[in-house]
């Protein structure tokens, strides 16, 4: 059964970082595209980063760019978001999600709904 467990969220001050897993069983990473997308309270769900390929494609919602760095290991099965110089505004609820394909502008921009697979969210607080 194909499952995405998140890890990592919680509360840090502005400026701050944090690091989220997101532990994937159930299918290999090769042929998925594995997405971390986010809510704040009050906001719609968007895209923040992606990847494919064993790490060879990733991409980023310019809010994050240049601050938040995607990975993944292979042979783990898992994938990390580094965020780095946390904002107030990246507050929210951090989902890993999958689909069979490859990363992409759209897989961020795209309705989240093409995004088949969500893990159940990790919590971020940006806050002083």
């Known amino acids: 059964q194909l499952q995405l467990v998140e890890s990592g969220g919680g509360l840090v001050q502005p400026g701050g970082s944090l690091r989220l897993s997101c532990a994937v069983s159930?299918?290999?990473?090769?042929?998925?595209?594995i997405g971390w997308f986010r809510q704040a309270p009050g906001k719609e769900r968007e895209g923040v980063s992606c990847i494919s390929n064993s790490g060879g494609l990733t991409n980023y919602a310019d809010s994050v760019k240049g601050r938040f760095t995607i990975s993944s290991d292979n042979a783990k099965n898992t994938v990390y978001l580094q965020m780095n110089s946390l904002k107030a505004e990246d507050t929210a609820v951090y989902y890993c999600t999958a689909t069979q394909g490859y990363c992409s502008d759209y897989t961020l921009t795209g309705p989240y709904y093409t995004m088949d697979y969500w893990g159940k969210g990790t919590l971020v607080t940006v806050s002083p």
């Open positions: 159930g299918f290999p990473l090769d042929n998925y595209v």
